[in-house]
């Protein structure tokens, strides 16, 4: 089934440090979303990681910021406050908490 342009998720630059969401595989159940700048997150802390895009996600749906497993389990990094209302057009950045025992660097 074609998709129609309702269905279109639409992501605007707002840097030349902002890189477009990608698909990991043809059967992923989302985007990956990429850092635009270099982040420490302390051992305990949390961060907003920014990402220099916005996005407008197709009428009726929003868009959900979810954690990976495998940073979780590897590092104890989960992300929180995920989700983008239908409406919303600012910037979208990535709340990470670190769990973990160590700092952990976003790249």
Do not use: W
Not at 31 to 57: E, F, H, M, N, Q
């Amino acid at each position: 089934m074609a998709a129609s342009m309702s269905d279109i998720l639409q992501v605007q630059r707002l840097s030349p440090d902002a890189t477009i969401p990608t698909r990991g595989s043809k059967f992923a159940a989302g985007y990956d979303l990429y850092a635009s700048k270099d982040t420490t997150i302390l051992k305990g802390g949390r961060a907003v990681v920014p990402t220099d895009i916005t996005i407008a996600v197709p009428p009726s749906t929003y868009g959900r910021v979810a954690p990976r497993s495998g940073l979780a389990v590897k590092h104890g990094i989960n992300t929180g406050a995920g989700v983008i209302d239908e409406d919303y057009r600012g910037p979208v950045g990535v709340v990470l908490f670190n769990h973990g025992e160590q700092d952990f660097q976003v790249i």
